[in-house]
């Protein structure tokens, strides 16, 4: 798929889970420490998004304050991105 702006805009939020699911996440070397916002995001992205608990507490939370979905969604392009060589 490619994955530039104006695709991956078009997406919904269950169509960006699902692709950023297929990603292969790759850590950061060293300390978590050490790690910056970005490093930490991308890893708490690839836990919630492998995490069937994770998945249904954003559901909600998405669907509760559609602020947040925004940000999520905003979050998952960006990791897709960041990862898309491996989707």
């Not at 925004?70 to 989707?87: E, M």
């Amino acid at each position: 798929m490619n994955t530039d702006n104006s695709n991956l805009n078009r997406l919904n939020l269950v169509e960006l889970l699902s692709l950023a699911q297929r990603c292969l996440y790759t850590p950061p070397e060293g300390n978590m420490n050490n790690w910056n916002e970005q490093d930490i995001m991308y890893a708490a992205t690839h836990k919630y998004i492998n995490d069937d608990l994770l998945m249904i507490a954003c559901d909600i939370i998405c669907n509760t304050v559609p602020q947040v979905k925004v940000i999520v969604k905003t979050n998952l392009r960006a990791y897709i991105k960041r990862y898309t060589d491996s989707c």
